[in-house]
């Protein structure tokens, strides 16, 4: 149980354009979702907490223009690269807690975005 | 401001051997101390998470020892194995909070 999938894994584009990057939990209603980024042989940088039916809490430094978030769904968050930049390249990693009062967060298998 | 740091940042064992990874915490607000393994290309997977209560835990064989007075707290691999090779990350979180702090990770390799 407690299975949190990300599309797509992999995705190349071109600089200027928006990318969308899905986070589902399989097997459990997640009320609350994390968004991190991660560059090589780097630690995972928390960008934004999603709480379902409400804003994106956004941490400070992250452009909360650039990098929508939206959490329609107890079982559906998702990112939006918008704009995108070389440097904007790297491994994105969503979270999910299982329930409001449990400590566990599921982390999904990523998706590496790469901006031409 | 780095809220929980981690050593070594890398490790080499040989098969069988202990490895032993360190993390040091300053904000007493935290309660919850999970430990993730990451592969290259994956995301992390939760391995054993411990709270202040307890000065051990042991699942398997991963092993939390944490020293509250000390804040400091670390993962012991016992008996390990090349399929163990991989990127672990300490993390800690405060009390109704969500969020996590994560460690630097530290970057183990077990020879055969």
């Known amino acids: 149980g407690a299975v949190v999938s990300q599309h797509p894994s992999r995705v190349i584009c071109k600089s200027g354009t928006s990318v969308k990057i899905e986070c589902r939990s399989l097997?459990?209603?997640?009320?609350?979702m994390f968004w991190y980024r991660q560059f090589p042989k780097q630690s995972l940088m928390l960008m934004a907490t999603?709480?379902?039916?409400?804003?994106?809490?956004?941490e400070q430094g992250v452009e909360k223009d650039k990098f929508l978030i939206n959490h329609a769904s107890l079982t559906l968050s998702t990112l939006t690269v918008t704009s995108a930049h070389p440097e904007d390249s790297s491994f994105y990693i969503c979270?999910?807690?299982?329930?409001?009062?449990?400590?566990?967060?599921?982390f999904g298998p990523g998706t590496r975005l790469t901006v031409l | 401001q780095q809220q929980v740091k981690q050593s070594p940042q890398s490790l080499i064992v040989q098969k069988g051997g202990i490895p032993i990874i360190n993390c040091a915490y300053e904000?007493?607000?935290?309660?919850?101390f999970p430990w993730y393994q990451q592969f290259p290309g994956k995301g992390p997977a939760l391995l054993i998470a411990?709270?202040?209560?307890?000065s051990e835990k042991k699942e398997g064989r991963f092993t939390i020892s944490f020293n509250k007075s000390a804040k400091q707290f670390s993962l012991h691999i016992m008996d390990s194995q090349p399929g163990d090779s991989a990127t672990y990350f300490c993390?800690?979180?405060?009390?109704?909070?969500?969020?996590?702090?994560f460690g630097e990770g530290t970057q183990l390799t077990v020879n055969p």
């Open positions: 979270s999910a807690k299982v329930g409001p009062s449990t400590d566990t967060q599921y």
């Open positions: 097997d459990f209603q997640a009320t609350t």
């Open positions: 999603s709480n379902e039916g409400s804003k994106a809490t956004y």
């Open positions: 904000n007493t607000a935290f309660d919850y």
């Open positions: 411990i709270r202040p209560d307890v």
């Open positions: 993390a800690a979180r405060k009390t109704s909070g969500s969020r996590l702090t």
